[in-house]
């Protein structure tokens, strides 16, 4: 799956810093080569092996840590592609044979989920990109399966923060009752993870969550939370998000764009007197595109 199709589909609150995956690169790639340092010029590669398309001059600097690994290790080579020209991973064993295997034909999400705790971590990485990409609905079933320690060994590696909104709704299916106390601690603080812990607190305790929000501002960080859940996730919360909507648009009415692209998908028309009074009151103060949002759900719902 392409980067702009993921997009479309994936979790809004786990999805990582958009980049291409292992996937991405080979399916995109005019050329796929593998290659290791050219005897006759130092520091320069040359192609062992063709993939995909026809052999072509290499225009890639070999640096010195990667020279001096392929000297180490010479079952090893380097998975290059063009166009453009880059450097994608270090080839292996198992790792040549996922390689082989994504030229081969597309790949679905339990492919890649079975690659999740995989030892090598260029496929650690390609099976996290492309579970994170999943909707809302798949990643939480996924959660069932995945063991809490991979969970917990990720949660405390600073070095995989990247991961950690994916692991934290993973978690969220976790009824280990230290666990269902450490998410529902962590819902309730600020942090670069809010959302998911916030969307793992409703995974687990659903309106004991919604309640505790109600009675707080609800701030843009923690919409997405309500969305997923009222869209893909615990759906059967629905009329309560809806409700914990109006009183959070009351409040704050920046909320109005997200909020909106909710009933819509939703079909839902009570809060209409609420947004037409919005309109109203605060039209000059909603960005243009909110403001088209919100003249066509009032003109849908007449």
Not at 72 to 82: G, T
Not at 160 to 189: T, V
Not at 264 to 272: C, D, L, Q, Y
């Amino acid at each position: 799956m392409a980067i702009a199709a993921a997009l479309l589909l994936a979790c809004q609150i786990c999805y990582p810093i958009p980049k291409a995956s292992l996937a991405d690169r080979l399916v995109e790639a005019e050329t796929v080569l593998l290659a290791r340092e050219d005897p006759d010029r130092p520091f320069q590669y040359r192609a062992i092996e063709t993939l995909k398309g026809e052999a072509r001059p290499i225009p890639l600097f070999l640096d010195s840590s990667t020279r001096r690994m392929l000297r180490v290790h010479p079952d090893r080579s380097v998975l290059l592609v063009a166009k453009p020209w880059r450097r994608v991973a270090v080839v292996e064993g198992p790792v040549r044979k996922v390689v082989d295997e994504l030229l081969a034909k597309p790949r679905d999400f339990d492919y890649f989920a079975a690659l999740f705790d995989s030892e090598h971590a260029v496929l650690r990485d390609l099976a996290h990109l492309h579970v994170a990409r999943a909707p809302y609905a798949r990643i939480r079933t996924f959660g069932d399966r995945v063991p809490r320690a991979i969970l917990h060994r990720t949660l405390r590696d600073p070095k995989l923060r990247e991961y950690w909104k994916l692991h934290i709704l993973l978690l969220g299916r976790s009824r280990n009752r230290e666990d269902r106390a450490l998410i529902r601690s962590k819902a309730r603080k600020r942090g670069l993870e809010r959302a998911a812990w916030a969307t793992a607190w409703i995974e687990q305790e659903g309106e004991v969550a919604l309640r505790y929000y109600a009675g707080r501002r609800l701030e843009d960080e923690l919409q997405p939370a309500l969305s997923v859940h009222g869209s893909e996730g615990r759906t059967e919360l629905r009329d309560a998000i809806v409700r914990l909507y109006a009183v959070a648009l009351s409040r704050d009415v920046r909320l109005a764009g997200p909020i909106i692209d909710d009933l819509v998908a939703w079909k839902r028309t009570e809060m209409r007197p609420a947004l037409r009074d919005l309109e109203k009151r605060n039209a000059t103060r909603l960005p243009p595109d909110v403001r088209l949002k919100l003249r066509a759900f009032l003109r849908s719902t007449e």
